[in-house]
């Protein structure tokens, strides 16, 4: 650093406030019994999951969307107007295009920047996250609305027990600013492995079938890989942040299976009461269970300013990553 010069700081993307949505109808694992041949108790040993929302017919990803971004910006004390830019984060948009995210940039009275879907199935918040961050710190946005949004069960097969148990709807916000502060996003970091594809995927899309098509999983595989790329994602952050995992104050993983959580949390020897779950009453929402389960322990109080977060997901793909927030 030449003498006489200004340190030029670095700019940091901090989240300003948290905001979520889920829809009124919840479908309880008795429920399901009715529906497939299953039981609570499979459901609840396999997946940790008891209940989860539904949204309901003629409810789309943006409303979802649309009702978790008001909250951000309600709690954020922003106009829409301060919004530079809208990303959604959704593998079940309204229609092919436009995009979700320009959906929520007209409800929210944002209508400059850019505004954008990113499609990474259950990781598409955390990459998201990265495409957001790298914006901030690039200097070429200062706010950006992000977003975690999903009406999945219009992809599941009702018929079939081994995907219609997991997952569900739900919308989670995040608002993030430009700081030169020593807080926000840390680092990101994202993954992914197209040699799995099959693994976990929908049965159609648009230049297909052209209908959406409905989740197909190959479970033990999608749990094996699930386990070995966390725990290699989680490892890769703390190294390179150089901090342990006592540093750490929460885990807030994407929410798709209980034993998946808990492996993770084994490896970064955490007890479960440094982890964030949700899994037991939203079930998997996809790329909305970080920022669902992130504004569920900011709202009632485990999450404060200062902490030290670690997020990671898996999801098709296959993808996966990880984020270094301090809150
Ligand atoms: O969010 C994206 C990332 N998510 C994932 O990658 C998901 C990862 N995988 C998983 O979470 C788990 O593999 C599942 C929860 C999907 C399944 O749990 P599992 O312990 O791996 O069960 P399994 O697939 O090995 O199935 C065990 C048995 C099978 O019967 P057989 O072949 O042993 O006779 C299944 O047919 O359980 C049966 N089964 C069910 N039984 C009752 C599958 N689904 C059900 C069900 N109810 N809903």
């Known amino acids: 650093m030449g003498s006489g010069k200004t340190r030029k700081m670095a700019i940091r993307s901090k989240i300003l406030s948290t905001g979520s949505y889920l829809p009124e109808k919840v479908l309880t694992n008795a429920d399901l019994e009715k529906m497939v041949d299953t039981s609570d108790e499979w459901i609840v040993q396999r997946t940790g999951i008891k209940q989860r929302h539904i949204a309901a017919e003629g409810q789309y990803t943006s409303d979802l969307a649309i009702a978790a971004a008001k909250q951000a910006l309600e709690r954020s004390g922003l106009d829409g107007g301060d919004i530079d830019a809208v990303i959604v984060a959704t593998a079940t948009p309204d229609k092919t295009f436009p995009a979700v995210a320009v959906k929520v940039q007209a409800a929210i009275g944002a209508s400059r920047g850019p505004a954008f879907d990113v499609e990474a199935a259950c990781s598409g918040f955390i990459y998201a996250l990265g495409i957001a961050d790298n914006f901030i710190k690039a200097g070429q946005v200062k706010r950006i609305m992000l977003i975690g949004a999903e009406k999945?069960?219009?992809?599941?097969?009702?018929?079939?027990?081994?995907?219609?148990?997991?997952?569900?709807?739900?919308?989670g916000a995040v608002i993030l600013e430009a700081t030169e502060e020593e807080e926000g996003v840390i680092s990101t970091h994202l993954h992914a492995d197209g040699k799995y594809s099959e693994i976990l995927n929908t049965t159609g899309g648009p230049s297909t079938t052209g209908t959406i098509g409905h989740i197909y999983m190959e479970g033990r595989e999608g749990f094996k890989h699930a386990v070995t790329f966390l725990s290699e994602v989680v490892q890769e952050t703390l190294e390179h942040n150089d901090i342990k995992p006592e540093e750490l104050d929460w885990l807030i993983p994407h929410q798709a299976n209980m034993r998946i959580i808990e492996s993770t949390a084994k490896k970064l020897n955490m007890g479960m009461d440094r982890v964030v779950t949700t899994v037991d009453h939203h079930g998997n929402t996809s790329a909305a269970s970080i920022p669902l389960a992130l504004d569920e322990a900011v709202t009632d109080g485990r999450v404060k300013r200062g902490q030290l977060l670690l997020l990671e997901a898996l999801g098709g793909g296959l993808t996966w990553g990880s984020a270094l927030v301090r809150f």
């Not at 999945?152 to 919308?171: Q, Y």
């Open 152 to 171: 999945i069960s219009a992809a599941v097969d009702w018929t079939d027990r081994t995907t219609c148990v997991l997952f569900a709807d739900g919308a």
